[in-house]
């Protein structure tokens, strides 16, 4: 059973970078079918897809972000994680990570994280 566990910190400063990692047990970072993806859903808002990397695949970052992010993967430590720079309060969120897979013609999630509360304030 795959299981997915965000950690990073939980309060950030305006202009600063924050860095969000997801470690993935119970399976394989590796799988060249998963697309491991950050989600995010600011208060009051809806889930907005962020990006995912897939081993061996590709990456994609939403237009709105692509700028300051750029998430990477340690296949040693089956972790992928998530930066983003030059934050401003409108990237106060919960921030999931989740594992993607097609069903068809459309990417799912088929296992998520519980998410990790990012704020941002000086």
């Known amino acids: 059973q795959v299981q997915l566990q965000e950690s990073g910190p939980g309060l950030v400063k305006p202009s600063q970078t924050l860095s969000l990692t997801c470690t993935v047990s119970g399976g394989s970072i590796t799988t060249n079918y998963y697309y491991w993806t950050w989600i995010r859903q600011p208060p009051g808002k809806g889930l907005e897809w962020i990006g995912y990397?897939?081993?061996?695949?590709?990456?994609y970052y939403i237009p709105s972000l692509k700028s300051r992010t750029s998430i990477s993967m340690d296949t040693s430590k089956n972790q992928f994680t998530l930066p983003l720079s030059s934050v401003t309060p409108g990237d106060k969120a919960v921030y999931y990570c989740?594992?993607?897979?097609?069903?068809?013609?459309?990417?799912?999630?088929?296992?998520w994280g519980q998410g990790t509360q990012v704020t941002v304030s000086s």
């Open positions: 990397i897939a081993y061996s695949v590709s990456t």
């Open positions: 989740a594992r993607g897979e097609y069903n068809g013609s459309y990417l799912y999630f088929s296992s």
